[in-house]
C-alpha cells in the first residue's frame, strides 16, 4: 500500500493526507462546542472523527539510504534520474562531523563546511590567551594561520556492504532472546574485523529497520582538521533560544575547517561539492545528504506511548532541572556565566526539542495516524499465513514489555547512579552501597570488578572524597530530591529518609552538610570496613542508597530482560516490515548518511504566511525591533555594514526536506550537485519528527542560503580567500 512507485496508491495515500487536515480542523472545532451537548457525546464524536484519521504516505520519513535510494520515485517527482556516479560523488563529497554531527568538502583543496553550533567546542579549543572566539569569531587570513583542533575528525563513507544474510542466519539459529543478541554481536564483530583488516578502513555495522536489514558502512577518517572560519555565535546563533526551532529565521550558523593530508599539506579530495552563488529558488527541488541521528518512526503504537506517558517526560524534567540549576548558579555567579555558556545553550536546545516531542505525541490526530499505520502493517501480516506464523506474536509481546517496565520505571529513573540531574553525593553513595552488597557474596557470584586484583583498584577509586562544586551540586540534588518525590511519592520510604519532614532546598543544605563523603579518612574507613561498615553508616546519603539498592536492582533487572525481548522482538518487527513493504519505507535515522529529497517552500503559520526566504533585512529589522535584547543584539562589525553589502540577498530558507538531530552541518544541494545551503534547524513543527514527518502539517527544515554565506563571507568579515576558493571549488593564488 505504501509503494512509492504505484502512481494510483500515492494519490490515494495523499487524500487520506488531506482528509486528514479536514478531521483535525473539525476536532478542534468540536473542542469549543462543549457546553452544547453532554461530555459523553463530545468523546463520542471525537473518538468517530479520529477514526477517520489516516496514515500519510511519508509518515515515516523520506530519509533514503544510498544502498536503497528510489530512483524511480525520484524520476516521477523530480523529472530527475541519477544514476550511479551521480550517488557515488555525492557520497563521497559528503562527511560525519565527528560524533555529533554532518559536513562536507566544498572544494578540492579540503574546505569543509559544517554548522557553528556544531563547532563550538573546536572554536573554544582553538582559541589562544586572551580569546574569546565565540564573541570575536575567527578567519586564518592564510594556510599557515589556520589552527589544527585536538582530537577533532571528520569521516567520508567509502563502501556499503550487505551482511544480512549472515547475521539473520546467526540469530535464526539460536533458542533465547539473550542467545539471538549474543549471536547477532559475535556474527557482526567476526565481519567488522576481517574487513577492517582486508581493507583498512573503520567498520561500523549499521542496524536498518530495527534489525531487517544489516549494512557493513566503512569509513576512511580524516583527523587532521583545522579552524579556517567562524561568525561569531550571536550571528550564528541570532535569535538565541527564542528563534531556535523556528521559522523565519536570521541565523548564519556557518563554520569552515580544512582537511590535511598525512604531510600536513591541504588534503585533495576527488570528490566534493561545488558552490552556488545563486542558491535555490522557490520550488525548487533540493535534497539534504547528511547523517540524521535517530528517530522513532517504525515503533509500535504501545512504544511511542510510554515515551509520551514516561520517557520522555522524565527526559524533560531532568532537562528542566539542570537548566534551572544552571541558571540559579550563574546568578549567584555571574563572573562564571562565559564558562557555562555552551552547556546552557546545549541544554536549552533539549528542553525545546522534548518539548516539541511530547507535544507531538500528545497530539491525538499524528498519534492516530501513526496508530493506523500500525493497524494496517499487522494487518498485511497477519492476512499472510508465513508472515503470520513469524511475526504475528511480536505486537503483543512489546505491549507486554512496555507494562512491565512502566511498572518499575519509577524505581528505574528515580535511583539512577549517575548522568545528568544526579548528584555527587548520591553517587558516591550508590558506589558504596555497590560495594557492600558486592562483598557480602561469594567472590564467584561478585562483578568482575569486585574480583582478584580489580578489587583493590575499585576500592580505591570509591575511596576518593567527593570534589566537586557544591553550590552548583546542592543546586543539583535541590532538583533531584523534588523529581525523586514526584516520581516515587513523598510517602516512599526512601524519600522519607532523605527529607525528614523538611523541604528540598532545607534537606540539600542538610544532607551536603553532613555528609562524611567528602572526608578522605571516613571515606577509606567505609571502604576499608565493608560491607558491615557500611551497611552500619548512619550518613543519610549512604543509608538511603543502601535502602534503594535492592529496588534499583530489581527494576534494572526487569528493564534488561524486557529490553533484549524488546530488542528481538523490533529485530522481527522491522524484518516483517521489509518483507511486506521493501525498501518503499526509509529504514529510522542510525547517524548514517542518507538523502532527503524536498522542495524549497514556504507554509502557512501564526495566521500569515513564512516565506520560503529571508533576507539580511530581515535580521536588521530583528535588531531594531527588540532594542538592547540579547537575543537579537548584533556585533560591532554588523552595526555598520559596507556599502557594497546587499541586505536584499537570502539569508535563511526553508524546505520540505526530512531532516532530525545529526543533520546539522548538512548540505543542501541541487539536481547539478551544487550547494544551495546549508541546514541547521527545524522549525516548531519538525519536532514531532522523531516519530513521524508530517509535511502537510508544517514540518520545515531551516537552511542558511547559500548566497547569503557568500555574502558576508566576503562583505561582513573581508574573507575574501574563503569566498574566491568556495567560487573556484579550489584555493586561490593567496596565501
Not at 457546553?35 to 457525546?41: A, E, F, K, T
Not at 504516505?57 to 524520476?75: H, L, N, Q
Not at 529513573?413 to 560495594?435: D, W
Not at 526536506?657 to 545529526?662: R, T, Y
Request: glycine share 8%.
Amino acid at each position: 500500500m505504501y509503494c512509492l512507485k504505484n502512481r494510483n496508491v500515492m494519490t490515494m495515500m495523499l487524500r487520506n493526507v488531506f482528509r486528514s487536515v479536514a478531521i483535525v480542523t473539525t476536532i478542534a472545532l468540536l473542542t469549543g462546542c462543549g457546553s452544547s451537548g453532554s461530555m459523553s457525546s463530545y468523546e463520542m464524536a471525537k473518538k468517530e472523527q479520529l477514526e477517520q484519521v489516516k496514515a500519510g504516505p511519508f509518515d515515516s520519513g523520506r530519509m533514503w539510504t544510498f544502498e536503497d535510494a528510489p530512483v524511480e520515485y525520484f524520476k516521477e517527482t523530480y523529472n530527475f534520474s541519477p544514476d550511479d556516479e551521480w550517488f557515488k560523488d555525492v557520497r563521497l563529497s559528503a562527511l560525519r562531523f565527528a560524533t555529533w554531527c554532518s559536513a562536507s568538502f566544498v572544494s578540492g583543496d579540503g574546505l569543509v563546511m559544517t554548522n557553528h553550533h556544531c563547532s563550538r567546542s573546536p572554536i573554544v579549543d582553538v582559541q589562544e590567551e586572551g580569546e574569546i572566539l565565540l564573541d570575536t569569531g575567527f578567519f586564518a587570513e592564510t594556510l599557515e594561520d589556520e589552527r589544527k583542533v585536538p582530537d577533532l575528525f571528520v569521516e567520508q563513507l567509502i563502501e556499503i556492504r550487505d551482511i544480512s544474510k549472515d547475521v539473520h542466519a546467526a540469530m535464526d539459529a539460536a533458542e533465547t532472546d539473550q542467545a539471538r543478541l549474543d549471536a547477532r554481536d559475535a556474527t557482526t564483530d567476526r565481519i567488522s574485523k576481517a574487513v577492517e583488516e582486508e581493507t583498512g578502513y573503520r567498520a561500523q555495522v549499521v542496524t536498518l529497520y530495527n534489525g531487517g536489514k544489516y549494512s557493513l558502512y566503512l569509513y576512511k577518517r580524516f583527523d587532521d582538521v583545522r579552524l579556517v572560519f567562524a561568525p561569531e555565535l550571536q550571528v550564528a546563533h541570532y535569535g538565541g533560544e527564542d528563534d531556535n526551532f523556528t521559522y523565519p529565521r536570521y541565523g548564519l550558523d556557518v563554520t569552515f575547517f580544512r582537511v590535511y593530508d598525512e604531510d600536513g599539506k591541504p588534503y585533495k579530495p576527488d570528490h566534493f561539492f561545488n558552490w552556488s552563488k545563486s542558491g535555490a529558488k522557490e520550488g525548487e527541488g533540493v535534497f539534504v545528504i547528511g547523517n540524521p541521528g535517530s528517530t522513532n518512526r517504525l515503533s509500535t503504537t504501545e512504544q511511542l506511548e510510554y515515551y509520551r506517558d514516561v520517557q520522555y517526560p522524565f527526559v524533560s524534567d531532568l532537562l528542566n532541572n539542570r537548566m534551572d540549576a544552571l541558571l540559579t548558579y550563574t546568578e549567584m555567579y555571574p563572573e562564571k556565566k562565559e564558562q557555562m555558556r555552551t552547556d546552557i545553550l546545549s541544554i536549552a536546545n533539549g528542553q525545546k526539542a522534548y518539548m516539541g516531542r511530547l507535544s507531538g505525541l500528545r497530539n491525538d490526530v499524528l498519534l492516530q495516524r501513526r496508530r493506523d499505520f500500525d493497524r494496517q502493517f499487522k494487518a498485511e501480516v497477519m492476512k499472510r499465513p508465513e508472515l503470520k506464523e513469524k511475526y504475528g506474536h511480536v505486537w503483543d509481546e512489546i505491549a507486554e514489555t512496555r507494562m512491565q517496565t512502566r511498572a518499575v520505571a519509577g524505581d528505574l529513573y528515580a535511583f539512577r547512579s549517575g548522568g545528568l540531574g544526579v548528584s555527587a553525593f548520591f553517587s558516591k553513595a550508590a558506589q558504596l552501597a555497590n560495594l557492600a552488597d558486592q562483598l557480602a557474596k561469594p567472590e564467584a557470584d561478585r562483578a568482575d570488578a569486585y574480583t582478584g586484583s580489580k578489587l583493590e583498584l575499585t576500592k580505591k577509586s570509591i575511596a576518593n572524597p567527593v570534589r566537586t562544586d557544591m553550590d552548583l551540586d546542592r543546586l543539583t540534588l535541590e532538583r533531584q530530591l523534588k523529581l525523586m518525590a514526584k516520581m516515587l511519592g513523598k510517602d516512599d520510604p526512601v524519600i522519607q529518609t532523605l527529607l525528614q519532614g523538611r523541604n528540598c532546598v532545607d534537606a540539600a543544605r542538610a544532607l551536603i552538610d553532613g555528609s562524611v563523603l567528602t572526608d578522605s579518612a571516613k571515606l577509606a574507613t567505609l571502604v576499608d570496613g565493608a560491607p558491615a561498615a557500611i551497611g552500619a553508616c548512619k550518613d543519610v546519603f549512604v543509608a538511603a542508597a543502601n535502602m534503594a539498592l535492592p529496588r534499583y536492582q530489581e527494576a534494572t533487572q526487569v528493564a534488561r530482560e524486557t529490553s533484549a525481548r524488546d530488542q528481538v522482538n523490533r529485530t522481527l518487527l522491522g524484518r516483517a516490515l521489509f518483507d511486506v513493504y521493501g525498501t518503499n519505507i526509509p529504514p529510522d535515522a542510525t547517524f548514517t548518511l542518507r538523502i532527503a529529497d524536498g522542495v524549497v517552500k514556504g507554509y502557512d503559520y501564526n495566521g500569515t504566511r513564512a516565506p520560503a526566504h529571508t533576507t539580511f533585512h530581515g535580521m536588521y529589522d530583528r535588531y531594531y525591533s527588540f532594542p538592547g535584547e540579547e537575543s537579537w543584539d548584533l556585533p560591532d562589525r554588523w552595526k555598520n555594514p559596507p556599502a557594497e553589502f546587499d541586505m536584499s540577498t537570502p539569508l535563511d530558507f526553508s524546505s520540505t526536506n526530512d531532516i532530525i538531530g545529526g543533520n546539522s552541518g548538512s548540505p543542501m544541494i541541487n539536481l547539478d550537485r551544487e550547494v544551495v545551503g546549508l541546514i541547521f534547524d527545524g522549525n516548531i513543527e519538525s519536532l514531532p519528527g522523531d516519530f513521524i514527518f508530517a509535511e502537510d502539517m508544517g514540518n520545515r527544515t531551516v537552511s542558511v542560503h547559500s548566497s547569503g554565506i557568500l555574502e558576508a563571507v566576503r562583505h561582513i568579515f573581508g574573507a575574501e580567500r574563503v569566498a574566491k576558493e568556495l567560487e573556484r571549488g579550489s584555493l586561490p593564488n593567496m596565501r
